[in-house]
């Protein structure tokens, strides 16, 4: 079986066109996320201001755990500052040597949008996460009374996930707000395995080897395994370089990787996540369930490609069988239709909306976190694609040669 | 060995492409001859398995290939029709990949492949890449992939298929040096592929069996109807109107036509040694003419 992945993988993967389009991707990639820094970030030079180095020097002193003293000084500094702009008649000039900046509005910016309100966030997370606790905990006693079990399990795992929440760190959060909101390498990423996985299937029946192969003995069913599981190993490697592009590509850009060791819900979209792990380990997480969902999508492909005899019909089907998959996640993501959302294999790809807020199913009565069924689901979807690949290659095989 | 093909039937859309066929293969050539469409690679491809049969069993020394399921293989050996392969792969790694899937071990494999390519005459291009070698080579290579398992049985379908002359003689020469001691199935609608290395002829149309002989058997079976008739510019039009005519020649007596009949079509026909191609035209052209 080895030595047939290894010439599956020479057949179809190591190839200079597609490690030249990979490392074109590659490229395009890095401009693309140098290009979401140069348009967001307060820190770049672009948005208009020279915060860089400032904000550096400000974290110095008012990084790390939020203590009283920090707060006070931070806004002794910003309470001032706000008072002399709210009426908005404060002095408009760009050199005045009693500011950090050269204008006080700037300054006033700086702190506001740099360290007051995200300090406040972080600080306001403990009261609002035991708002939580104290709601849901409510909600236990009076379904309890109604004898609704769903809704008593819901609100205890509710109570149970948001328990001892705290955001204790004030740190720099701007690169991973920014890297977990990227979606632009897994675009790219689709883009390559539909390139490279249409040929799998398609290229046998190009070359009449199809009917070659199932007159050898490992020319079957045992082929169409190797076939599968390079296509993943490839899969997996082309993501992995990818993720590992975008991880190196935002933490250098960015130049931090401050917020690694924070909790997730330290960035503000995830206020209501369900999951309460790392920054550093939502990355692995993260990048392991787009990989599934890539995955499956590719056995999508190779399921379309089986049924075509070149390569322009399966693609342009894959293409347009992706814009549908990102139409219904579009269509549902911040909609209460949890179960279409979830059956969407790509909702693991743009998996942030399964882990930004606390949405169940009902399995069974039982309530589960969206985000497990959603990669049962995918999980199905992938071993329904791989039953029908085998069935379908060989019976295609025979049908054209009937 | 010993090859029976009992009674085999498949039926597409309701129209037979091969009916109640029966036939019996020892060791020798054997040339699967007929038109496009009379079932031949229906017959191959029941044969090796990739299509299954409405009816009937292929038996291998009295024993249903089906009950040896997958070692069925590894006594066949396989060329099809217009043969690719894959045109980034150099000829000596195609070969190994087919080693790998006919489950032969790597020295042995190795070995093999070299023989195999210095008896195709093809060690010089063993590192070349299979897309930059031209149709005849590419053939080679496949008769060569089709040998690495030492099959007792050799099925080869239209393989002289776009090949020049020279290459066709060549490839005719190469199935009989690699026809000792096994059954080599050759299915064709090129007379000449076979006509000279059959040990046997199997004559296909619509699927039915008409003739298995050798082609020597075939031809006596004829004798006294195939005619040298000799036609002007005034008489051609009406002879090919009437006449089914295997070839046509002008030089300065006339027309000389070749014409298969059951009886003298004229006065002054002369009546000549009949050949394959005449065979095959006689039972498969029926209501062919000019």
């Known amino acids: 079986m080895v030595k047939l992945l290894l010439f599956e993988c020479r057949k179809h993967f190591l190839k200079k066109s597609i490690v030249t389009v990979i490392l074109l991707f590659s490229v395009l990639n890095v401009v693309k996320i140098y290009s979401v820094y140069d348009q967001t970030s307060l820190l770049s030079k672009s948005t208009g201001s020279d915060w860089n180095d400032l904000y550096w020097e400000m974290y110095e002193e008012f990084g790390g755990t939020i203590t009283k003293e920090k707060i006070d000084k931070l806004m002794s500094i910003y309470g001032p500052l706000d008072k002399q702009t709210a009426d908005k008649t404060a002095s408009t000039a760009i050199d005045n040597p009693n500011t950090y900046t050269g204008n006080v509005y700037n300054d006033t910016y700086f702190f506001r949008w740099n360290f007051v309100n995200p300090m406040e966030y972080a600080y306001m997370y403990r009261s609002y996460a035991n ?14 009374s109604l004898g609704n079990q769903y809704e008593y399990k819901k609100n205890a795992a509710i109570a149970d996930r948001y328990i001892g929440r705290v955001i204790s760190d004030f740190s720099y959060t701007e690169m991973y707000e920014n890297y977990i909101h990227y979606d632009f390498s897994a675009f790219l990423v689709i883009l ?7 040929n799998v299937f398609v290229s046998e029946k190009e070359t009449e080897m199809d009917v070659l192969l199932l007159t050898t003995k490992a020319g079957g069913t045992k082929t169409v395994i190797a076939k599968i599981m390079t296509s993943a190993i490839f899969v997996c490697i082309v993501c992995f370089w990818f993720w590992l592009i975008d991880f190196a590509a935002f933490s250098t850009i960015f130049g931090s990787l401050e917020a690694t060791s924070s909790p997730l819900y330290v960035i503000e979209n995830f206020a209501n996540s369900s999951i309460g792990i790392s920054l550093g380990e939502y990355v692995v997480l993260s990048d392991l369930l787009k990989t599934a969902g890539i995955l499956v999508l590719s056995l999508v492909f190779l399921l379309i490609s089986t049924l075509f005899k070149n390569a322009l019909f399966p693609f342009i089907i894959s293409l347009f069988t992706t814009f549908g998959f990102i139409y219904m996640q579009e269509l549902y993501m911040g909609s209460g239709h949890i179960l279409l959302k979830i059956l969407n294999p790509f909702a693991l790809v743009v998996n942030r909306e399964l882990f930004r807020k606390t949405e169940f199913v009902s399995l069974f009565g039982y309530p ?13 979807w992938g071993t329904l694609c791989i039953l029908s690949i085998v069935i379908l290659i060989r019976k295609n095989t025979v049908n054209r040669k009937g | 060995m010993k090859v029976t093909f009992k009674d085999i039937s498949k039926q597409y859309k309701g129209k037979y492409a091969l009916e109640n066929f ?6 020798g050539i054997y040339g699967l001859l007929g038109a496009n469409g009379a079932g031949k690679t229906t017959l191959i491809n029941i ?3 990739i299509l299954k049969s409405d009816k009937g069993q292929v038996l291998i020394n009295d024993v249903d290939v089906r009950s040896l399921g997958i070692e069925f293989l590894s006594h066949i050996g396989y060329l099809q029709q217009y043969p690719q392969f894959y045109k980034n792969f150099k000829v000596m790694d195609f070969l190994r990949y087919m080693c790998v899937l006919k489950d032969i071990p790597k020295e042995q494999g190795e070995k093999r492949a070299k023989e195999l390519l210095e008896i195709v005459n093809l060690s010089d291009a063993s590192t070349k890449k299979i897309g930059a070698l031209s149709g005849g080579m590419r053939q080679r290579v496949g008769i060569a992939q089709a040998m690495l398992n030492d099959p007792d049985i050799l099925i080869l379908d239209e393989p002289t298929a776009g090949l020049d002359p020279q290459e066709r003689i060549r490839f005719r020469n190469l199935i009989t040096k690699f026809s000792e001691n096994r059954i080599v199935l050759l299915a064709t609608h090129i007379v000449s592929d076979i006509e000279y290395i059959a040990n046997q002829v199997i004559l296909l149309k619509d699927g039915q069996l008409l003739k298995q002989d050798s082609p020597q058997a075939l031809a006596r079976g004829i004798e006294g109807k195939v005619w040298n008739v000799t036609a002007t510019e005034n008489t051609i039009e009406e002879k090919l109107k009437h006449l089914k005519i295997s070839n046509m020649m002008r030089n300065q007596d006339g027309i000389h036509l070749r014409v298969i009949n059951d009886e003298k079509p004229d006065a002054h026909a002369v009546n000549i040694q009949p050949n394959l191609e005449d065979v095959f035209l006689y039972y498969s052209g029926d209501g062919e003419r000019w």
């Open chain 1, 131 to 144: 708002d939580v606790v104290t709601a849901a905990k409510e909600n236990l006693t009076f379904f309890e």
């Open chain 1, 192 to 198: 390559i395995c539909m390139y490279v996985l249409i």
């Open chain 1, 368 to 380: 589960v976190i969206s985000y497990v069924p959603a990669f049962l689901f995918a999980a199905a």
């Open chain 2, 22 to 27: 029966n036939s019996e293969l020892e060791n």
């Open chain 2, 47 to 49: 044969f090796v398995g």
